[in-house]
């Protein structure tokens, strides 16, 4: 990944207090400190959230920042990890999905991974666009006006998104990739 440089950037990654899918915020979160660039966590509340392996318990992470307290201006790009708790307590959160939805109108690079496009879905900025999800998702994509596909990855205009653990080296080099061509 590093051969990708987003050096002098800021990524946010949005995540809710817990059913953080860990492997999809600590693999892009790497990807982005190795390739130059700063992540930032933000989340709902103050605090720390609560990281799980599928459906065990994993690690806890403190939060840099609340959604609340924060600017799009403030950032390069948006990561949303999955976990369906996390994209489902995400799209219940105003603050949440009104940061989603200005940060994917400003044309900045969003991320978004399993179970995190509900939100995508709540903001109503699916519409007319091409993504991925895990395949539970996509009748909710596809009654927001979304086209699913069953693909690793998939670009379209400034949004990354992928459906699984397993396909983060791609969804890794995807974002890295927007992020460095960001103007």
Known sequence: MAEQSVSGTTIAFLVSTEGIEQAELTGPWEAVKEAGGTPVLLSTETGEVQAFNHLDKADTFAVDKVVDGVSVEDFDGLVLPGGAPNGDLLRTSESAVSFVRDLVGSGKPTAVICHAPWVLVE????????????????TDIRNAGGTWVDEEVVVDGNLVTSRQP?????????????VAQRP
């Open 123 to 138: 903001a109503d900025v699916v519409r007319g666009r091409r993504l991925t999800s895990w395949p539970s998702l996509q």
């Open 166 to 178: 397993d396909d983060l080296p791609a969804f890794n080099r995807e974002l890295l990739t927007l």
